[in-house]
């Protein structure tokens, strides 16, 4: 047998739903005709129903169509919700019921389902149709229905149209006089506030602060460059330090360029001055893009002054050359190289001091630009307040001037539709007509035969697979090894085929010693090798075969098991331990009396009452007499001594019992620490909680594994059974097999007669047939 780790315990194989398929084909075919015979039944009683329609259009004169004209004829929204409206519908039944009401029968017929569908061509375009089973009546109500459309909407336009031109006209006599009070509020607030005054005050403001922010900016960069030269001028030459201060003044008085009059405009002039207006300049200040001649000195100002310094380095290399030139014929204690040395050095005494002169005059001009910049800083927040307030006034005026603009825009608006609407009054230029007179189809609609057939058909194979997949996950009996071992929690050992064709119904015997039904020899021999495998790995030489309930093949299990054993060498006793209804005695054709119950009743050995078989290496200990207190006598004896001296005489014991859940003797006679038990479960028809009640009913029982009796391979595909049950794939020939379980205190209560082998053979085939064919979830 595999080992249990081999299955996957979740997959999805396609092989589980084929055999669902072939297994459940009867409940799908039964869905699959009903379901057609309702789709046949429904077309051939449904009434018939015929399609009946009209096509009606709205278009305006292309020539004097309005681009402006917004009302709510336009769309074809408005004539939908028209002829759909009740009390046009209501107008029409009122119309056509003194004819059509005794022809009709019904109330409810003089309402036919009406659908206007927007054909969405070029204008307007409706389809009209009603689908019923009158279709005289329903052509009558379509032509009504125009009719009294056509004279409705001539009625409601006219509503509509007065009580357009009588709104706008108010809104029109609302606005003119809000634009009044706009306008007289925009005059007085120019009149209050001089705005003129204002406007050109606000542009020379904003000049000033510009020609302010722009001397203030050349003034820092003037006072960082001098921060910055300070430490590498020290010490430095005369020319240096006047050709720095120069430099630095010359780039510190560079003009920002002025912007270009554009986009920016309206933010830097909010006071509403014309554009490109010129600041009034006076005081000093600079026109934009000029340097003033005061504030910029030109070098030639300082030019002697630097032309000092260059003739006094003349002077000293003219003196040092002197000097050079006295050193070659004279010493250097010489008077006139002395008076040299003298004057060379009054000279360098004087550049140092000029230079000392020139950087004192820098740090002065970066004082006395600290103290500009603050003036320019309380100048501009002064201009700066002036000129937000100008800005105010000028903001305020603008808002005014806005809300005169946005009522003048509101009032042409309106005014143009109530122009658009008078013109279009006048010259007419909506047309209605009926594009598609009223028209009926001469075939039925309704019911439609392909596809009602189709859909049967969807229904029942739906519906049929649908109920056979559900019957299949509800179902809780064993169907496969993931059963047994998953959800049983059981080890799987092995299947046994359905045996069909056979009378076995009537009596058990070992099927395995026909020779020519080779088939159910091999599925014994590899059921005898998982088990025996299975014993051996327990330690346990005594086995007892059980059930959950009768009719799950545990007498006939134990009984070719056995033999099947034998056949390999070993000395086997099969024991009927179902003392009740032991039968095991009929099919190997040997006495019932003296059995177990004999010998534990009288406390003789079992050896006494085992009986040779007509197996070679099998004997055989019937069950005895019928006693009513079975379950007390099990009790009074020390059943564990009884067993383990037979036990010692054979390989192995082999015990057949009665089911779990009609008597106790079973539960009593596993405990017995000596015993392993195997379980014998019906496939498809077993319940698996009936399985596992009778396991908690036996307790702390050694299970050895379980055996899946009758798996049906002539009922469903061999790929299905091949998977569920990979060993037993290749059978070929069957037997039937089943008994009925009964009390031995019903039957003698009954008279202890059986019914005649005949009639019960009879009543099983046909009940086996009844099944076959009207329960195919069975």
Not at 477 to 495: A, I, R, T
Not at 646 to 671: C, F, H, K, N, W
Not at 691 to 703: E, N, R
Request: hydrophobic share 40%; glycine share 6%; aromatic share 8%.
């Amino acid at each position: 047998m595999p080992a249990p780790d081999s299955f996957e315990r979740k997959r999805i194989d396609p092989r589980i739903y084929l055999g669902i398929l072939v297994f459940r084909w009867k409940l799908i075919v039964v869905c699959f005709l009903y379901c057609l015979l309702g789709g046949v039944a429904y077309i051939e009683l449904a009434p018939k129903q015929y399609l009946t329609t009209a096509a009606i259009a709205v278009h305006r004169d292309p020539a004097t169509y309005i681009d402006t004209t917004k009302y709510q004829w336009a769309g074809a929204h408005t004539h939908i919700g028209l002829l759909r409206s009740p009390q046009l519908n209501a107008r029409v039944v009122e119309k056509l019921a003194p004819k059509w009401a005794p022809r009709l029968g019904s109330p409810g017929e003089l309402w036919p389902p009406l659908q206007v569908v927007d054909m969405g061509a070029g204008g307007i375009a409706l389809w009209l149709k009603i689908q019923n089973t009158h279709p005289g009546y329903a052509r009558a109500y379509l032509r009504e229905l125009i009719e009294q459309f056509r004279v409705q909407r001539e009625i409601v336009k006219d509503v509509s149209y007065n009580a357009a031109v009588k709104v706008l006209e108010d809104e029109l006599a609302r606005l003119k006089e809000q634009i009044r009070e706009a306008e007289e509020q925009v005059i007085e607030f120019q009149r209050v506030n001089q705005m003129e005054f204002v406007q050109i005050k606000g542009t020379l403001e904003l000049g000033y602060l510009n020609e302010l922010l722009a001397r203030h900016q050349q003034l820092s960069t003037e006072r960082w460059m001098l921060e910055v030269q300070f430490p590498r001028l020290k010490g430095g030459s005369p020319e240096m330090i006047h050709d720095a201060y120069l430099l630095t003044r010359e780039t510190g008085n560079r003009r920002a360029p002025v912007p270009t009059v554009g986009a920016g405009a309206e933010a830097a002039n909010p006071t509403g001055a014309a554009p490109g207006t010129e600041p009034v300049m006076g005081s000093g200040v600079a026109t934009p893009g000029t340097t003033p001649e005061a504030e910029t000195p030109a070098r030639e100002d300082r030019f002697d002054e630097g032309r000092g310094y260059q003739d006094l380095r003349v002077r000293i290399a003219h003196l040092e050359r002197q000097r050079k030139e006295l050193l070659v014929s004279a010493q250097p204690d010489n008077p006139k190289i002395r008076a040299i040395d003298e004057e060379i050095a009054g000279l360098r005494a004087r550049l140092e001091l000029m230079a000392e002169v020139e950087f004192a005059r820098m740090k002065e001009r970066a004082a006395a630009i600290d103290l500009q910049m603050e003036a320019l800083e309380e100048a501009q927040r002064r201009w700066k307040n002036s000129y937000l307030m100008a800005s105010r006034k000028g903001a305020d005026f603008r808002h005014l001037q806005l809300v005169v603009g946005r009522l003048e825009s509101m009032y042409n608006s309106l005014y143009n539709r109530l122009n658009d609407l008078k013109i279009d009054r006048e010259i007419k230029a909506e047309f209605f007509a009926v594009s598609q007179p009223v028209h009926t189809e001469p075939k039925p609609v309704w019911p439609d035969p392909w596809k009602i057939l189709f859909a049967s058909l969807a229904a029942g194979l739906g519906s049929g697979l649908g109920l056979a997949l559900l019957a299949f996950f509800i179902d809780d009996k064993v169907q496969s090894v993931n059963d047994v071992e998953v959800e049983v929690g059981v080890p799987f050992l092995g299947g046994i085929p359905f045996w069909v064709h056979t009378d076995l119904a009537t009596r058990i015997r070992p099927i395995v010693s026909e020779q020519h039904r080779s088939g159910a020899a091999e599925a014994y021999r590899a059921l005898r090798t998982n088990v025996l495998s299975a014993v051996d790995k327990a330690g346990k030489k005594v086995l007892l075969i059980t059930s959950a309930d009768s009719k799950e093949g545990k007498t006939l299990t134990a009984l070719n098991l056995a033999i099947m054993i034998a056949k390999t060498g070993k000395r086997v006793l099969l024991a009927d331990m179902d003392l009740r209804r032991g039968v095991l005695h009929k099919s190997l054709e040997v006495e019932r009396q003296p059995g177990i119950t004999d010998a534990l009743r009288d406390g003789r050995p079992l050896r006494e009452i085992v009986v040779a078989t007509p197996h070679e290496n099998l004997w055989f200990a019937p069950a005895g007499s019928l006693v009513k207190n079975t379950s007390e006598l099990l009790h009074a004896v020390d059943l564990q001594a009884v067993l383990g001296e037979v036990a010692e005489q054979y390989d192995y014991v082999v015990m057949d019992s009665a089911p779990v859940l009609r008597v106790t003797d079973t539960v009593i006679v596993a405990g017995i620490p000596l015993c392993g038990v195997i379980y014998v479960a019906h496939a498809n028809h077993t319940p698996k909680p009936i399985i596992k009640y009778s396991l908690d009913m036996l307790g702390d029982v050694h299970v050895i594994g379980l055996i899946v009796n009758s798996i049906e391979m002539h009922r469903i595909s061999s790929l299905y059974y091949t998977y569920q049950y990979p060993n037993y794939a290749y059978y070929s020939y069957a037997y039937a097999y089943g008994y009925d379980y009964d009390l031995y205190e019903e039957r003698t209560r009954a008279g202890g007669r059986r019914p005649p082998p005949r009639l019960a053979g009879m009543r099983q085939r046909l009940a086996r047939w009844f099944r076959r064919t009207f329960m195919p979830a069975e």
